[in-house]
């Protein structure tokens, strides 16, 4: 079985972009993600955690549009210590975060959903 938890910052730095990533977190979470969505203030990191033994942090975006056009880097750390740290700081970042719920994104505006699907039929052109 594989368990995806995920921490998305539910305020973005550019307009209409967190209506694209609710979104996306609320896809994720009909799937079987946990999805968090972190609360206080804008959360830019890149972090990964596998297995509790690699894990990755840096700059780069994790998509595929980043990945192939953006020139940013990450660490790639494979050892049981430095993951375990790793995942003591994205438990701090989670305590700062309400897990999704179908409930609450379906409290959001029409607006703003709409925005959100917008958003996600113009990003492969962006």
Not at 98 to 122: D, N
Request: with cysteine.
């Amino acid at each position: 079985t594989i368990k995806v938890k995920i921490i998305l910052s539910e305020k973005g730095d550019l307009p209409m972009i967190p209506d694209g990533v609710w979104r996306v977190a609320y896809k994720l979470m009909k799937r079987g993600a946990e999805v968090y969505m972190y609360k206080d203030g804008f959360n830019h990191s890149k972090v990964m955690c596998i297995d509790g033994s690699f894990c990755t942090i840096g700059s780069a975006n994790l998509n595929s549009r980043s990945l192939i056009c953006d020139y940013e880097s990450n660490l790639f750390i494979f050892g049981k210590e430095d993951t375990d740290e790793l995942y003591h700081y994205i438990d701090l970042d989670k305590q700062k975060s309400y897990k999704l719920t179908k409930e609450i994104y379906k409290k959001r505006s029409c607006w703003s959903r709409f925005c959100g699907w917008l958003v996600m039929l113009i990003t492969p052109f962006v």
